[in-house]
């Protein structure tokens, strides 16, 4: 996490708030989204105005406008470009994407594997919904089978992607699940996304009261179970098997958060089986940033370029240098 | 009349006849003179027909000229291209490892085993081309020393063993003239002249060199011919300048992360063509929404569709002007040689950043592999334009502040400018959405509210109008009432200055306009421009004549348009033939003539 400098004395949460109110409905899950970031924020001491918070389009990707941070909201699916670009022109920011199931998944899905494969340090959350709520109604790329939205009125028949398992597999060096139901866990999750040094994914199962009348709060609140630390979760055979230590799941171990990963969608076809929140993965090595500077290190880069080196890049193509 | 030759080279993809076009450009701009160089090759990476012409002079020419003097064939097929065009006093060089051609009365024939040599000789087949350059460095006094440095240059990379061998390639091309040919033409390379200090730039390299100059920062590229090379022009300038290059995944996320940069606070830009300026559209309008700065050059390639990548064509501007949903404020700048391309580029950044909107740069395919020698730029002279960056101190007012937030669309300002705030200062948080909003940034669609704002947005364009346009305007119109007036834009505008100058040295009253700045338009300049011509000509390499249209539609000029939609620029042998048809047409004074008309069943050869 890139930051100018800490601040001192802390701000308060609601320092972090914006004059824009929510336009969102009464018990959608993105209010717990902002309350528990603010509160990272001020947690973790970062000035607001070192935070830029980027979305796409959504109900979800209104967030960054409710908060007193930098903000852009994008277009449909293109946080995550406008966020690189961000953290490449000034590495010190503190970049993260606010963004939706179907923004990040559906139109967007082209760009986040490359963000993490590349382990450019910025913290994408997902505000993950199961349907598509701005839009009125739609099911999205992680929508159950059988969901009913407005132009599924026969069920959804696609099988639902898993955001765990991808961002896995994509090189994600921090890779998280948790439920916007339970601020503390959410907020002690994000606040390692945001402190994690490189790509960060945090799938926030986030319902919206509205349309999705089946991943409720209810049911997830009686299904979550943490990997880290809660131990029934091992009761589940299939994670058994795999001898997780009794102090739960190791964040380093990548064999196994693929594993866990894997299981992360059983629920929707077994009544038992349990939603695996917490950190699945988290691994410090070299960012996107880390390598720009070797790399500008060797090209005896200089930040602010004088005439005489502007005129050499000129004088090079004169007939007797070339 | 001056010095002024032609050579082309043609043969076969993947031959090395592009390099050694090169090679011959460079060696005449050591001598001393002026050089344009065109290249045309398939896109396919070996095979297919490629092609250099090399047109060198000593007074400045804007194009390759009609046709040749010297023709040098590495095989039939370029034999067979150009046989048609073989006229008296030409010399047509050829493998006659490979073929014979027919008789040419009346043109020099030098048969040269070119195949040959290369195999039996240098035991090296791509030593082909440079076996050429030998034989034309022999036979035209063309100084070899010149084209060895140029070979040195290239080829030190590769090893001595490399730079060696192709010296001992030139030797034998030159050994082979002395000993088996006897010079029979009149052509001979000038003696050198007192060199000149200039630049040998690509159209794309001028863009690239441009773009640093004005302090661009950050690129993001996705590869497309033909704009693919602008970024491998830039990008060791630009790491050693302090920016960078990120290679994304696809259009979409590249003119969304130079924005992303953009927003951060640096000098952003992306090169693309055609099919990549599509993706781009949905981040156009944003970014016209949003009031970012940026610079997205469109090296124009043939479509629709992938249509024909490595060929020349007019036909974005459509898209340039009017792509993107909605209406926001944009300008398109069109250079109309390799000088320009370097000298636009600045300028788009410093209307970008002036006026806080996308500015396209309209190149071309042939632009952007021509080759020309011109004047060094020097970069202390080189005005250099940054965007109005808020600070609190000139702000004493606080009129830019609301309730503690800034207001980043403030709507008070006279010409719809408001200063931007940089992510790091604590004074300036605010956020940007393509939504519409108010002064805060609050997401709002009431009727006042987008009245106002798109008002403010739009003004920003009064302002260019009022202040900028003018310059980007090339009037030549050395008569009071002309005949015709000729309005031309991009690559055609230098093909047109030959034709013109030629039809007035016949007593032609032609006055020309050379537009370089193609939206938005003063109308009241062209509309004056047009008051002193009789009737008004556009030619286009384009179907349907995209700036007749838009002159159409912005002032009461009602032009006469000639459309060549081949693949290739014009010749000024074209547009001069379409001025013709017009001086001997009185009565035509409106519509649309195609290469059919003009020239009948030659349009389909072209005539280069
Ligand atoms: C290019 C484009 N296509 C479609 C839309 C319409 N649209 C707005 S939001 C949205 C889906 C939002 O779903 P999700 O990302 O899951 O966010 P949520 O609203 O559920 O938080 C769509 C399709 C758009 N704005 N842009
Ligand atoms: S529609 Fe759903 S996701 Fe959107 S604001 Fe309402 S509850 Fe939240």
Known sequence: MGVYRRLEAQLKPVDYKSDIEPTWCAGCGDFTVISSLTKVFSELRIPPESIVQVSGIGCSSRAPLFMRTYATHTLHGRAIPFAIGVKLANPELTVICNVGDGDLFSIGAGHNPHAARRNIDITVICMDNQVYGL?????????????????????????????????????????????SGNPKHMTEVFKEAISHRGFAFVNVLSPCPTFNKVDTFKYYREKVKDVNSELPFLEYPLVKEKNINEEGHDPSDFKTALELALHDLDHYYNPNAP???????????????????????????????TLELLQSFINACKPEAI | MGFDLVIKVGGEGGEGVISAGDFLTEAAARAGYEVVNFKSFPAEIKGGYAQSIVRISDIKRYSTGDGFDILCCFNREAYEFNRKHLKEGCVLIYDSSDFEPEEHEGVYLYPVPLSELARDVMKAYITKNVIALGVLCELFKIPDQSIKDSIRAKFLRKGEEIVAMNYRALETGINYVRENLKKTDPYIFPPPLEPKDVVIMEGNQAVAKGAVVAGCKFYAAYPITPATTVGNYIVEDLIKAG???????????????????????VKAMTATSGPGLCLMTEFLSYAGMTELPIVVVDVQRVGPATGMPTKHEQGDLYHAVYGGHGEYPKAVLAPTNVEECFYLTVEAFNLAEKYQMPVFLLSDASLSLRTEAFPTPKVENIKVINRWVYRREDDPEGRFIRNDRFLRYALFTEDGITPVGIPGDPNAIHAITGLEHQENSDPRNRPDIRTLQMEKRMRKLEKLLKEDAERFYEFDCPYEQADIGIITWGLTASVAKEAVERLRSRGARINALYMKLLWPVRADLIESFARSCGRIAVPETNWSGQLASILKQETHLRPITFNIYRGEPLIPKEVEAFLEFLIENPEVREGRFTAADIFGEERVYGLI
């Not at chain 1, 839009?135 to 929508?143: A, C, L």
């Open chain 1, 135 to 179: 839009t009125k109604n739609q099911v999205s790329p992680t929508s159950r089978e059988g969901l009913y939205g407005s132009l599924t009125p026969y069920g959804n028949i696609d099988r639902p992607i898993n955001p765990v398992a991808q961002m896995l597999s994509f090189g994600a060096t921090f890779v998280a699940q948790t439920f």
């Open chain 1, 275 to 305: 939603v695996p929140i917490g950190v699945f993965y988290r691994k410090e090595e070299e960012t996107y940033e880390d390598r720009v500077s070797r790399v500008k290190e060797r090209y005896k880069a200089v930040k602010e370029p």
């Open chain 2, 243 to 265: 920016g960078w290059l990120y290679q994304a995944e696809d259009e979409i996320a590249s003119l969304g992360m130079a924005l992303g940069a953009s927003f951060a606070g």
